[in-house]
């Protein structure tokens, strides 16, 4: 191994690469540009940016890094995508850097910002499928940080189909508090994370913790680079990445700022040219298999709500077969193994130190049926052969994964509910802590402002069902997530006692009884819209149902008196986004 190199996980390399000259063409795409004399002026430009006449015969690949400063998930992103282009070049491959947006969740939660997140996933997926076919690129290595990179990079690797290997730029590590927070339950030391930022505002407006608490907690909760250290959507979404064969063994939970993570982009270039070589596309892993396998490993880990709404656009860009049914099944039968935060004890971190996602799925793999091991990988393998040798879970040493015999909860957290209220459906994320049943009196909200309100003058009371409106993808629009109101409800001690229900969505860190996804959204006249302050509702998580408790005629009366509010936007993009975006139940697309 070469000085400085670390390798404390084994990762299955790919065969050696030979030298391109075999049976596939490697440079096919960008060769129409390069080889074809008709093409002087693309070829002038190429040599204007330093390119020799022996490199334009090398395959071209993009080096997609979401970076940018002003997000700890992404400001590290170009110089690990710097690192990958130095491995892509010794392959004798030309990389190209480029980027797309992005957006902070984090950043913009409770503002007018949140509303931009997930379009960011679709302006994403347009913008490396337009710069990769624009630019006849022959592959990509593409690197997401934060939210809605990880499903905007399969989205764009499922469209334009070439060569594709996902680098996830890691979790951050974890934070600890400087002084006790008896309100929260934490002495100095504890682990932080940015969950507790949003639980401690609670607390602070429930009188519980004080200010100079709650700024222990913001100042220290995040100490560097990486995606938001618990199972929140980041990781989930890295995982399922990992799962569905589209990154390297262990890519999904190596942190962020670590010499693994510089190594993993130090291999890259080789796998890659193997893909190029052999000619392994996104569609010849995105498969129904490599579906069904996020849908369960999602379950084992606890994983966010958010992954249903982006499994799902990703399955149509693939054009595979995918419905809410198909996550409802799953999770029948898919234990709740993780312990981890935001419901559980551990970091993304403490996965990693005790063999991270291979040693999950290598467990899965010898003890049940739930993952198909013979799905496709960017290695040219399948998914068993990756694990050929990755050592085993020790339950004797850690607590991070439960064994089958003791699962948090026998079955799935994510549970698909139907009923009066949601008649197209509504996710939710019960992991058996909150109860399996609520039932309580509404209380209708249509801004996160008037919760804190609320919840500040003490008038959300044990027994109340918060319903928030017009929060869903045409409504918001966006589809704005509600960790704010979530967390804050937790923080004023009332997480067993109160149910929150939307048609937005809800942050991978939001644990509690909280449902999202509701279809019909209230901006389409779905009952949500015509709930009233005092309604009785009732959620079944065992019967996987969720009803408003009217009378027919009550209701009828009410969906006559309701009236259609116009697009909040009459131009540019959150316009656009709500004129052309699907219902939540079909995953939010918008092409």
């Known amino acids: 191994m070469a000085p400085g190199a670390v390798d404390i996980h084994p990762i299955s390399k790919p065969s050696a690469a030979s030298s391109g000259n075999g049976a596939v063409k490697i440079n096919k795409y960008s060769s129409c540009i390069t080889e074809d004399k008709s093409h002087g002026g693309a070829q002038a430009f190429l040599h204007a940016i330093g390119l020799s006449k022996e490199d334009l015969s090398k395959a071209q690949v993009a080096i997609g890094a979401i970076a940018y400063d002003g997000n700890p998930c992404n400001n590290h992103l170009d110089a690990l995508g710097k690192l990958c282009k130095e491995s892509v070049q010794k392959e004798k491959l030309i990389g190209f850097q480029c980027s797309s947006v992005g957006v902070s969740d984090a950043m913009t939660q409770g503002t007018s910002g949140m509303s ?38 399969l989205i764009a690797a499922a469209r334009y189909n070439r060569p594709t290997v996902i680098v996830y730029g890691g979790a951050i590590k974890a934070g600890h508090h400087k002084i006790d927070c008896p309100g929260l339950g934490r002495k100095a030391g504890d682990v932080a994370n940015i969950a507790d930022t949003y639980e401690a505002y609670g607390a602070y407006l429930a009188g519980k913790i004080t200010d100079e608490e709650r700024r222990d907690v913001n100042e220290n909760a995040c100490p560097g680079s990486g995606a938001c250290g618990g199972l929140f959507t980041a990781n989930t979404m890295s995982s399922i990445i990992e799962v569905m064969g589209m990154s390297l063994p262990y890519s999904s939970c190596t942190p962020a700022e670590s010499a693994e993570k510089e190594q993993e982009c130090l291999r890259i270039g080789p796998v890659i040219r193997n893909c190029l070589e052999k000619d392994i596309k996104p569609l010849d892993i995105m498969t129904r298999r490599a579906f069904l396998n996020a849908i369960a490993i999602c379950n084992v880990l606890g994983g966010s709500t958010n992954a249903v709404l982006h499994l799902l656009a990703i399955a149509r860009a693939a054009n595979v077969e995918l419905s809410l049914d198909d996550f409802k099944d799953i999770g029948a039968k898919t234990p709740f193994l993780a312990n981890m935060k935001p419901s559980g004890k551990y970091m993304m971190e403490d996965l990693h130190q005790v063999g991270g996602i291979p040693a999950v799925l290598k467990y899965l793999l010898d ?82 402002e008037a919760i804190f309100d609320a919840i500040e003058a003490k008038r959300i009371k044990k027994g109340t069902v918060v319903i928030i409106r017009y929060q869903g993808p045409k409504g918001a629009p966006g589809m704005p997530e509600m960790l704010g109101p979530t967390a804050a409800i937790l923080g004023a001690g009332l997480g067993k006692d109160v149910c929150l229900i939307t048609d937005g969505r809800f942050s991978g860190a939001s644990h509690g009884l909280v449902i999202g996804h509701v279809v019909p959204e209230a901006f389409n006249g779905g009952p949500i819209a015509l709930v009233e302050d005092g309604d009785r509702v009732t959620v079944d998580a065992v019967e996987n149902t969720i009803d408003l408790h009217i009378s027919d005629d009550e209701l009828q009366q009410r969906k006559t008196a309701w009236k259609p509010r116009p697009y909040k936007h009459s131009r540019g993009v959150l316009y656009r986004y709500a004129r052309d975006v699907a219902d939540a139940s079909q995953g939010a697309y918008t092409d």
């Open 116 to 153: 931009y997140s997930l379009p960011s996933r679709d302006l994403i997926a347009d913008s490396f499928q337009l710069i990769i076919e624009a630019q006849q690129y022959d592959g990509a290595v593409l690197l997401p940080g934060c939210d809605k990179n990880m499903p905007g990079c």
């Open 367 to 448: 003890n049940t049926d739930l993952i198909d091991g013979d799905a496709l990988t960017i290695t040219g393998k399948t998914l068993r052969e990756n694990l050929a040798g990755i050592p085993e879970l020790d339950f004797d040493k850690q607590d991070v994964i439960r064994p089958l015999s003791n699962p948090i909860k026998p079955e799935g957290h994510l549970r698909i509910l139907r009923g009066s209220l949601a008649p197209d459906g509504a996710v939710a994320k019960i992991t058996g802590k909150e109860g399996l049943q609520f039932e309580g009196t509404a209380m209708v909200f249509e801004t996160e």
